[in-house]
Every structure is written in structure tokens, then in C-alpha cells.
């Protein structure tokens, strides 16, 4: 039973066109990350959400757009994608810290967005 | 400056021998540190997990953490081909449901049988 689910787990899209990824985590965690992994492995944080609320949002363009409909769930969507989007995306989830420090990240499969 | 540096590699090994991974961060509020795994085309998964000065062991595998230097030490003893990934160091602050890792650009391992 997979913890950090995340689909398309490839995705192949011409320049302009706007796509999703949805990511789904059942193991009750409160916090959830989107990350971008660039061809060079090098693997940044994009988003975070805390209980459905914007924690983190580092300096993406706005073109990203995350959207968590309940704490389970994190999707990004993506308008007029650019030749440099191409990547791995991550989806992850954690527990959060509380008065401790259970932050291991889950990480989903990833992403593999190709944008031609 | 990234705010963790690693060194990208390759790094190749015979099975058997003890591999050093390392990585320095410049951030002194950094609070905890790990390590993760990745396999080709897989998700990182966590490997090592520490929040203090010291080594801390799991098997075949060491993590050290010097802080007062901000350097972060991966060991592997008797390593095995199964091995084989790209190890990421990753560093972070606890902040009560505002946790960021900041991770490093990841070492790419292989064991040659």
C-alpha cells in the first residue's frame, strides 16, 4: 500500500499547455511538500502545506499553482509550461513537527515531466 | 553559495570497501540532519536521521555530524552493490508545521562487484 502516491508519473507536454499532478498520502501526516529535482539530482523545495494552509512557497513562479482540497491530498498545477520546467517533481509528506522533531520526509515516486 | 555543499561525484568503489560521503552547510540554526537514498527513478527515502554532535550508527552505516565545523559525514562498511544510489545530506529547522529541508545536490554511489 503505497504511503506518498503521486500520478502522472510521467508526462510529456508541449510548451504553452497547461497540466496537473495529483499527490495523495495515507499516512495521516499533516504537512506535505511539493519538491523540483533539476537533471543535475539537485532537489529544491517548491511548496509546503500544513493542515491545508500555505506554510512554505519559495520563490516559484506563479505559473505554479498548489491546491490541497483536504490535508491527504496536494495537487500542482501548472500553467504555460516552459521548456525549463522539464524536471522531476516530488510530492512528500511528513508529520510535522510537534514539540519534537518528527520531520522525516515520505517521498512519492516522482514526476517526470518533459516539456517539448 | 548553496547552503549545503556535496560533493556530486561519481563515486565508484569495490564491494567491500568503506565509503565516505560529506557534505558542510553554512547555516548554524540548522537543527537536524539527514541523510537520504535514492534509487534510479525512485523517490529519496530516508536513511539517517540526527539532530546532535556525534556519530550515530545503523548497521553497516555511520552518520557524524560535527557542528561546531557544520560538516555532516556519511559511512558505509562493508559496502554491497544493492548500494548503488545517489545519497543526498539534507539539513533543516524545526519550526512547529513550518519544516523546510534544504538538501544537497546529492553524491552518486557505485559499488562494483
Known amino acids: 500500500d503505497t504511503a506518498v502516491s503521486q500520478t502522472p508519473k510521467y508526462l510529456v507536454t508541449q510548451m504553452g499547455n497547461d497540466k496537473s499532478i495529483k499527490c495523495e498520502q495515507n499516512l495521516g501526516h499533516d504537512t506535505m511538500y511539493w519538491y523540483k529535482q533539476d537533471s543535475k539530482k539537485f532537489l529544491k523545495i517548491m511548496f509546503s502545506?500544513?493542515?491545508?494552509?500555505?506554510?512554505i512557497n519559495e520563490t516559484v513562479p506563479n505559473r505554479f499553482s498548489p491546491k490541497s482540497p483536504d490535508k491527504a491530498h496536494l495537487n500542482l498545477h501548472i500553467n504555460s509550461l516552459e521548456l525549463g520546467d522539464s524536471a522531476v517533481y516530488f510530492c512528500?509528506?511528513?508529520?510535522?513537527?510537534?514539540?519534537?522533531?518528527?520531520?522525516?520526509?515520505?517521498f512519492g515516486q516522482g514526476t517526470r515531466l518533459t516539456v517539448v | 553559495q548553496k547552503e549545503v555543499e556535496q560533493d556530486p561525484g561519481p563515486l565508484s568503489v569495490p564491494e567491500g570497501a568503506i565509503v565516505s560521503l560529506n557534505c558542510t552547510y553554512s547555516n548554524s540554526a540548522f537543527q537536524y540532519f539527514m541523510w537520504y537514498r535514492q534509487y534510479s527513478r525512485k523517490g529519496p527515502e530516508l536513511l539517517m536521521y540526527t539532530y546532535s554532535s556525534g556519530n550515530k550508527e545503523d548497521g553497516r552505516f555511520t552518520a557524524q555530524v560535527d557542528k561546531s565545523s557544520k560538516y555532516i559525514s556519511l559511512f558505509i562498511r562493508d559496502s554491497q552493490p544493492s548500494d548503488s544510489a545517489t545519497y543526498l545530506c539534507a539539513t533543516g529547522i524545526s519550526n512547529f508545521g513550518n519544516e523546510k529541508l534544504t538538501f544537497g545536490t546529492g553524491t552518486r554511489l557505485t559499488i562494483i562487484p
Open positions: 502545506y500544513n493542515n491545508k494552509e500555505l506554510i
Open positions: 512528500a509528506s511528513s508529520q510535522g513537527s510537534r514539540g519534537g522533531y518528527d520531520t522525516e520526509a515520505f
